[in-house]
């Protein structure tokens, strides 16, 4: 049994100690948010928030995360709030978007130690690999992310995520079956 602390909630994993974290989280947790990419701490896609700093979850252990605090996306912000994720989305930096969550991982521990970060820290912490092409994009929106933490920008408010199926027929009314 391995005890710690996923988004402020204290959890025991009765799995193999020897688990990749990754798997704990998606697969016991259901925090799918966090993805599976290479597995072998390659593309950054699994990244969360250890005790502050960016991580790699597919390349640490349960054993090795015992009484750690650990932050996925689903954690960092209900609402999208997050400085990160406000200058990603109104950069329109995502593409496929399966890198992001990651992507937004590491920017927050980046931003949380330096809300003004040269180009060259911003490229040495996020180290994500993305084939959609977006880092020219990832790199102004992070610019952004600064300038918004540091309260020198403000962006529009975000429209709240709607992920309930319930909601479907609201966001895509075209794909309602139609009504004879
Ligand atoms: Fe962990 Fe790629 S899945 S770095």
């Given at each position: 049994m391995t005890a710690l602390t996923v988004n402020n909630q204290p959890v025991r994993y009765a799995m193999d100690p020897a688990t990749p974290l990754l798997f704990a989280l998606r697969d016991a947790s259901n925090l799918t948010g966090t993805k599976f990419g290479?597995?072998?701490?390659?593309?950054?896609?699994c990244t969360v928030d250890i005790d502050g700093r960016a991580v790699r979850s597919c390349r640490v252990t349960l054993a090795q995360v015992e009484g750690t605090f650990v932050t996925t996306i689903e954690g960092l912000s209900r609402d999208r709030g997050h400085a990160a994720q406000q200058a990603i989305i109104a950069a329109n930096v995502?593409?496929?978007?399966?890198c992001i969550p990651g992507i937004v991982m590491a920017a927050q521990a980046l931003l949380r130690a330096?809300?003004?970060?040269?180009d060259d820290d911003i490229r040495a912490a996020i180290t994500s690999l993305c084939r959609c092409g977006i880092q020219p994009r990832l790199l102004e929106a992070i610019r952004m992310a600064g300038r918004i933490a540091r309260g020198d920008e403000t962006v529009d408010p975000l429209p709240p995520p709607d992920i309930d199926p319930a909601g479907a027929s609201q966001i895509a009314p075209s794909l309602a079956p139609p009504e004879n």
């Amino acid at each position: 049994m391995t005890a710690l602390t996923v988004n402020n909630q204290p959890v025991r994993y009765a799995m193999d100690p020897a688990t990749p974290l990754l798997f704990a989280l998606r697969d016991a947790s259901n925090l799918t948010g966090t993805k599976f990419g290479c597995g072998t701490g390659e593309c950054g896609a699994c990244t969360v928030d250890i005790d502050g700093r960016a991580v790699r979850s597919c390349r640490v252990t349960l054993a090795q995360v015992e009484g750690t605090f650990v932050t996925t996306i689903e954690g960092l912000s209900r609402d999208r709030g997050h400085a990160a994720q406000q200058a990603i989305i109104a950069a329109n930096v995502s593409q496929c978007g399966f890198c992001i969550p990651g992507i937004v991982m590491a920017a927050q521990a980046l931003l949380r130690a330096d809300r003004d970060p040269s180009d060259d820290d911003i490229r040495a912490a996020i180290t994500s690999l993305c084939r959609c092409g977006i880092q020219p994009r990832l790199l102004e929106a992070i610019r952004m992310a600064g300038r918004i933490a540091r309260g020198d920008e403000t962006v529009d408010p975000l429209p709240p995520p709607d992920i309930d199926p319930a909601g479907a027929s609201q966001i895509a009314p075209s794909l309602a079956p139609p009504e004879n």
